[in-house]
């Protein structure tokens, strides 16, 4: 997807978010049952301004612990817009600190937070008790791509101390997620996780729309949402290891 779009997308996502948000300040999140929406829209805000450092001073800040008000929706509001307003004051080819070490531009960080703000948009939805909206179908694929790519194959070289128990269970079998817009195929160690895509045979299959896809492998949605086919386990051995990797 180009910036453009994933702009867009995010614009959307937020003004979403933002309208579900107010009826769930105090309702627990379903998918992340430590939050309120309260502490969802911290969370989000936070996020926010801690990219707008990284794009404003070229540095992942050491320390981050940012002064918010006590008014969530309020501080969720300034940091949007202060984020925004940094980001359109670059060009998605400039320079920018991010903690994925192949792609190191301001673009990058536009992928990110688009895909951040549609996930947590659900999380809100969620919260407030009304039926989430779907993920457009671009920004779904492009979600599957990030999330296998960028969270779980490269945590297993970055960090692998991370997901090492959860590799030491797993002997290379593969998984693959077919979706309209293309099949992806994951192999799951023994000692990391690639991906690719293709369409080759392999122990288990994944399918679905890409939004269901997607929020199965962010653990939004369980395994009822999409069609599963060949060995379960293998099938749990990703799910596990989805959820040590975006935690």
Known sequence: MDEKRLLTCLDADYRRLRE?????????VPTCPEWTG??????????????????????????????LGADPLAELDKAYAEFTAEFAAHEPDDPAPTWYEPDQTVGWWIRRMAQETVIH???????????????????????IDEVLVCFLAYDTIA??????????????ATVRLDTEAGSWLVQLGPDVVTVERDTADAEAVVRGS??????????????????????????????????????
């Open 20 to 28: 579900v948000l107010p009826a769930a300040l105090g309702e627990r």
């Open 159 to 172: 960090y692998p101390e991370n997901l090492a128990a959860h590799l030491a269970d797993c002997d290379g």
């Open 38 to 67: 309260a502490d969802l829209a911290t969370h989000v805000a936070a996020v926010y301004l801690h990219k707008t450092e990284c794009v404003r001073n070229g540095a992942i800040p050491e320390q981050w612990a940012p002064e």
């Open 210 to 247: 890409e939004d269901a896809v997607l929020r199965w492998l962010w653990r939004r949605v369980g395994n009822s949402a999409v069609e599963l086919d060949g060995s379960r386990a293998v099938v749990g051995k990703l799910h596990n290891l989805m959820g040590v990797a975006t935690a």
């Open 121 to 143: 948009r659900i999380d809100a939805e969620l919260a407030a008790g009304v039926d989430p909206l779907p993920v457009p179908a671009d920004l779904a694929a492009d979600g």
